[in-house]
């Protein structure tokens, strides 16, 4: 397999690293970087021993069999789409777009194509959430009535895009990932102060049949230091995960319990589990490459991308009216299609 990784920027250079790491192991044959700063994506490439190019349109013609968009999320349509008419399978960086029916078009094109279309969800390979989501799975949370997700730093503003598509677009989707549901109304306010039109701080709840999901995002929060951690309540136990720290999962063994007739908190302590260590991004990577060669399936496929775009889409469209909307979809198990936007409580 000839691998290409089109965008070396900050998270691209990660990319290039794991597909250097990938081809030394012999897990694929050939790498080839690809950017439009020539002269970085040759340094780059030369640190690895690999091929550089700065035209992604010529990527099939060398043989590419399979690559990674990290580009700009504005480039995202443009550069999939191409590739993947172009016979090449693609894993694309989230968001899978900044538009639905960009995103949308993007899983067309590979279905039409018969090719494999990933997309960078990586908390769906984080080994805490992951075994979090082992253990809801086997109902030893119970049933999960809560979850409440905090991603707080200080910093200015990105001039492209904000919080919502660059923070909450992965909260969004680990809570579908952990409830396997989709969410009937949501709610979301933003600000803007810093930089006209980029919203700095974003506040999403979430309400499933079961269970809401309270989300907040910003980076005008000096406090913390850097902060990302999630709470997940459930009706037996209860979970916290610090995204800082990969491996640690804390179960916390409290519930309400009747008696008499009276309602008490029972607390019973907590238990602090340490799952192996595996670097999410190379699993995300690895497991595209199998899919690619039909060894596995996806945890992130196209659809799942479209779907949170479509998603953030009625976010922004609930903080520009300040209304809760209702989300109207198919059920999660069935095929993916394009959610309706209803109507305001």
Known sequence: MKYAVIGTGYWGSNHARIAAELKAEGEIDEVVL???DESRVRELAESYGVRAATDYERLADLGVDAATVSTPSTTHHEIATRLLGDGVDVLVEKPLALDPTEAWDIVSTANEAGRTLAVGHIFRHHPALCDLKQRIDRGELGRVKYLAT???SFRAPRATTGTL?????HDVDISNYLLEDRPEWLY??????VREGIDETATIVMEYENATSV????WQVPVFGKRRDLVVVGSEKSAYIDYLEDTVLELYDSRIVERDGALSAREEGKQVYETEHAEPLRAEVEEFVAACRGETTLSAPGSVGAYTVELLELAERSSDRNETVRVEGP???ETPGRVRFDQSR
């Open 331 to 333: 059920a999660l198990a």
């Open 150 to 152: 905090n991603r707080f």
């Open 188 to 193: 979301c306010s933003m600000d803007s102060v």
């Open 215 to 218: 989300i907040n995002e910003s």
């Open 165 to 169: 598509y660059s923070l909450a677009v």
């Open 34 to 36: 690809c950017d439009v």
